[in-house]
């Protein structure tokens, strides 16, 4: 019985964050941003050239979450970025569901500069 409760406690756990969500791309980090691009931000029609951001469904939006965290996890420098500013400005709240989080903004604020120069 002890396990069943702790059994339906992680997965209660899992389902709230987006590591529940998998990314269904194995290595390439450039289609994984582009999935997190594409669910995150759309054309500004106002604005050519520009983006705005979207609110994307729940699922759509942890599989877009979880790819941007592999491919950061993977070294991917415009993912690292984008980790770093929704970490250190909590831009993703509205978007994600994503605080502000100081820890992790400094987290990704040192992978980029070990991984990544300013033209990447």
Same mark, same amino acid.
């Given at each position: 019985?002890?396990?069943?409760?702790?059994?339906?406690?992680?997965?209660?756990?899992?389902? +709230?964050?987006?590591?529940?969500?998998?990314?269904?791309?194995?290595?390439?980090?450039?289609?994984?941003?582009?999935?997190?691009?594409?669910?995150?931000?759309?054309?500004?029609?106002?604005?050519?050239?520009?983006?705005?951001?979207?609110?994307?469904?729940?699922?759509?939006?942890?599989?877009?979450?979880?790819?941007?965290? /592999?491919?950061?996890?993977? +070294?991917?420098?415009?993912?690292?970025?984008?980790?770093?500013?929704?970490?250190?400005?909590?831009?993703?709240?509205?978007?994600?569901?994503?605080?502000?989080?100081?820890?992790?903004?400094?987290?990704?604020?040192?992978?980029?500069? /070990?991984?990544?120069? +300013? +033209?990447?």
């Amino acid at each position: 019985m002890k396990l069943w409760s702790i059994i339906l406690l992680a997965g209660s756990l899992l389902s +709230n964050s987006s590591i529940a969500a998998e990314c269904p791309v194995e290595s390439d980090t450039e289609h994984m941003y582009s999935i997190f691009f594409r669910t995150a931000y759309k054309p500004n029609p106002e604005e050519p050239g520009t983006y705005i951001y979207q609110i994307p469904d729940k699922t759509k939006g942890n599989i877009a979450w979880a790819c941007l965290e /592999k491919a950061a996890s993977l +070294n991917s420098c415009p993912a690292i970025r984008s980790m770093e500013m929704y970490y250190k400005h909590g831009v993703g709240l509205k978007t994600f569901g994503i605080a502000a989080n100081p820890k992790k903004a400094e987290f990704y604020a040192n992978k980029r500069i /070990k991984y990544c120069n +300013n +033209n990447t």
